[in-house]
Structure formats: structure tokens, C-alpha cells
């Protein structure tokens, strides 16, 4: 088979169509689509509540680049097959919002804002990645809401915390260079 564009744009436009009718059907204000939108909310309450407003840009900077990086995992992930969402919030790739929008950022975000060096940025990590992996994604996956395909648990562990640590070095970095150009 020699598919052209034309083919890859109409099963796409099957797939947009098969997706939708499934998420009005099976998703649209489940006890998923609540508990995904609860959690959603609830991040973006714990960060104003607890964000330090003297270095928001900076924490901010680092949530978003949070957001950025998990977005472009999740999109490649689902795109490969590798994992995938039963129920969303919207029908949408990826559709996970809540938890790349909302819960991975606020986390990663205090974490950031809560530890004083590396060493306890590390552990702090470390745990996080615990908890999520062996965790939040069984939880997740017996509620429904995360399905995995060609993906472990146990591979996420390491994503998690090199996640952080990029978004860290590349945050310092930027802090050390205009602290450096101010001077």
C-alpha cells in the first residue's frame, strides 16, 4: 500500500469522529470525567495557595516548561501507541489535561519551590517518581482513566525524575546567565 496524504487526513477525520462519539457515550460526565476534573481544579488551587509570589516568574517559567516537555512525552506516547486515555475531560491529543496541565506541573512546580539544593531536589524526585509510578499510574489504570499498551509502569520511574532534572539545570542555567548579565 502507497497511502497518500489524502488517506492519512480522511483516517484521521474517522478517528476524530469514532473518538468523539466514544468520549460522549462513555466519558462525558462519568465518575472519571469528575474525578479528573476535581483533581484539575484542585492543582490550580494548591499552586495559588502555596507558590511563592516573590519568585512566581521563575517558578511559573518552570511549571511551564513542565507542561511543554510532558505534553510532548504524552503526545509522542500516545501517538506510538505505547499508553493510552479511556477517559478524558475533552476528546482531545493528548487528552489527559488535567494531569499535564494541571497536577505534573503544580507538583514538579513546589517541589521546585520547596527544596534548597540539588541533593534534596534529587530525593524529593526520587520519591515523586515513586509514588507516580508505582502508585498513581496502577491507580489510574484501575480506574480507567490510563491504559497502557507497550508501556511499563517501571519505565515512567526514570522519565519522571529526568524530567525534573532537565527542567531544574536548564532554570538554573537561565538564573545563573541573567544574574550574570545584571551584574
Known amino acids: 500500500m502507497n497511502p497518500t496524504w489524502g488517506d492519512v487526513v480522511k483516517k484521521r477525520e474517522e ?3 469514532l473518538n468523539l462519539d466514544y468520549y460522549l457515550r462513555h466519558n462525558l460526565f462519568n465518575f472519571d470525567w469528575w474525578l479528573i476534573l476535581a483533581l484539575t ?6 499552586w495559588c495557595r502555596f507558590v511563592d509570589k516573590k519568585r512566581i516568574r521563575e517558578i511559573l517559567l518552570f511549571g511551564l516548561m ?3 516537555i510532558a505534553d510532548f512525552i504524552d503526545v509522542l506516547g500516545t501517538g506510538y501507541m505505547l499508553w493510552g486515555y479511556p477517559n478524558m475531560i475533552i476528546p482531545a491529543v493528548p487528552p489527559l489535561y488535567g ?5 505534573l506541573p503544580v507538583t514538579y512546580s513546589l517541589i521546585y519551590q520547596y527544596t534548597q539544593n540539588w541533593k534534596s531536589f534529587i530525593i524529593a524526585m526520587v520519591i515523586m ?3 507516580f509510578a ?3 499510574e496502577p491507580l489510574f489504570i484501575w480506574l480507567k482513566i490510563y ?3 507497550n508501556w511499563k509502569s517501571i519505565y515512567s520511574f526514570p522519565l519522571y525524575i529526568i524530567l525534573g532534572v532537565i527542567v531544574k539545570w536548564t532554570i538554573d542555567k537561565v538564573s545563573f546567565i541573567s544574574k550574570k548579565q545584571t551584574s
Open 129 to 131: 517518581a515513586i509514588v
Open 41 to 46: 481544579v484542585f492543582s490550580y488551587i494548591i
Open 147 to 149: 491504559d497502557l499498551h
Open 66 to 68: 513542565i507542561i511543554a
Open 134 to 136: 508505582f502508585i498513581g
Open 15 to 17: 478517528l476524530s469522529t
Open 99 to 103: 494531569v499535564n496541565y494541571a497536577f
